[in-house]
């Protein structure tokens, strides 16, 4: 086959698929979402990580009014968190490392009453502030809203699973820093 003939085949394809396709260009369902949320307080990184380190204690956690999990941290343990307002959150341990102070979960399963996402994963992470006298604590999550088609109701779109993650990150964050900062 002789090079235009190559290069007018492939154009030809190119030219029908951009013509008998477009719906399906326009056509995607909801794109990962992220936030993150940071806090710096005046404790070493060790200290912080003693407080929320273990997977199966969140009693730093405002929000949270009761835990049951296994004792450690091994990667796949569950935890069955009960909200303060009723809501209960099963959550697995995905990742955990000790030595970078952080650890991640996942909620594939999430009742959209009590937070608009779905496919949700987030990372605790303590990192060192001015040469370790301080530390910061950051809250990454990511997530799809809990609409999975197109034209989600307002209650379930993009905006509402970012304003509800925001708003949970910080009610955590805050109490965190209250937490630590009365000694508890």
């Known amino acids: 086959m002789r090079g235009e003939d190559v290069v007018t085949r492939r154009l030809t394809i190119i030219l029908l698929a951009l013509f008998l396709l477009p719906g399906v260009a326009l056509a995607h369902g909801p794109s990962r979402q992220k936030h993150a949320t940071k806090i710096a307080v005046d404790m070493t990184p060790e200290a912080v990580w003693q407080k929320v380190g273990n997977f199966d204690d969140l009693s ?47 909620m594939p399963q999430i009742d959209v009453k009590l937070l608009p996402v779905t496919n949700y994963s987030e990372f605790l992470t303590v990192k060192p502030l001015d040469g370790g006298k301080r530390a910061e604590i950051e809250i990454r999550s990511a997530y799809y809203r809990a609409y999975p088609n197109n034209d989600p109701p307002a209650d379930q779109n993009d905006a509402a699973a970012n304003a509800a993650v925001a708003a949970m990150q910080e009610k955590v964050v805050e109490g965190l820093a209250a937490h630590l900062a009365s000694g508890s």
């Open 60 to 106: 730093w956690n405002p929000l949270v009014a009761k835990v049951e999990a296994q004792p450690g941290n091994a990667v796949g343990t569950v935890r069955t968190v009960t909200l303060k307002d009723g809501g209960t959150l099963v959550q697995e341990l995905y990742k955990y490392d000790a030595a970078k102070m952080s650890y991640q979960l996942q």
